[in-house]
T-cell receptor
Framework: DQQVKQNSPSLSVQEGRISILNCDYTNSMFDYFLWYKKYPAEGPTFLISISSIKDKNEDGRFTVFLNKSAKHLSLHIVPSQPGDSAVYFCAASAPGADYKLSFGAGTTVTVRA | DAEITQSPRHKITETGRQVTLACHQTWNHNNMFWYRQDLGHGLRLIHYSYGVQDTNKGEVSDGYSVSRSNTEDLPLTLESAASSQTSVYFC?????????????FGPGTRLTVL
């Protein structure tokens, strides 16, 4: 049973506009969340993370928001650029489970010129 | 520069054959992980290791094994390849024992089992 869900398999956005990627989780023990970005024929690379003690974390054009009560997090990319076209994976970890990462299925983002 | 490499990058094999995928990292990280990526499932953990001689099963470990004889390498063995094991395999490593630490991924191995 997948504990981390990305219900939108794809997202198309115009260059310069905002991209919003969503992620839901079911395990209330998750206390650390990460986003990874993956280009074709490459391995995933870390993008941004957030601890459960925060509700927002920013890094340049990327902001992650966490709503613990709703078990929901989102990644905002502003402004979107053509180089942002990739697959984005949401991941989460919980203490007491060897801190293994549980990944969502991914969202493919396409930024249109 | 430190890196994590995987070989081969592509492999075609037949059902029932034993296959070994290599993973080598020069980060000197204690922790190493093997994942498989399948459409609709994202990345699923196969096996992981938190140090030499330490190995642990992940959520999809059936039919796979690993061994850790040194810090740098964590080879993944498919004992008897099955068509259901056709997938893209990623190796990763991290410094700290825990999901709060960034995992660095290799470029992946695309395995096809005919």
């Amino acid at each position: 049973d997948q504990q981390v869900k990305q219900n939108s398999p794809s997202l198309s956005v115009q260059e310069g506009r905002i991209s919003i990627l969503n992620c839901d989780y079911t395990n209330s023990m998750f206390d650390y969340f990460l986003w990874y970005k993956k280009y074709p024929a490459e391995g995933p690379t870390f993008l941004i993370s957030i601890s459960s003690i925060k509700d927002k974390n920013e890094d340049g054009r990327f902001t992650v928001f966490l709503n613990k009560s709703a078990k929901h997090l989102s990644l905002h990319i502003v402004p979107s650029q053509p180089g942002d076209s990739a697959v984005y994976f949401c991941a989460a970890s919980a203490p007491g489970a060897d801190y293994k990462l549980s990944f969502g299925a991914g969202t493919t983002v396409t930024v249109r010129a | 520069d430190a890196e994590i490499t995987q070989s081969p990058r592509h492999k075609i094999t037949e059902t029932g054959r034993q296959v070994t995928l290599a993973c080598h990292q020069t980060w000197n990280h204690n922790n190493m992980f093997w994942y498989r990526q399948d459409l609709g499932h994202g990345l699923r953990l196969i096996h992981y290791s938190y140090g030499v001689q330490d190995t642990n099963k992940g959520e999809v470990s059936d039919g796979y094994s690993v061994s850790r004889s040194n810090t740098e390498d964590l080879p993944l063995t498919l004992e008897s390849a099955a068509s259901s094991q056709t997938s893209v395999y990623f190796c990763a490593s991290s410094e700290l024992a825990g999901g709060t630490d960034t995992q660095y991924f290799g470029p992946g191995t695309r395995l096809t089992v005919l």
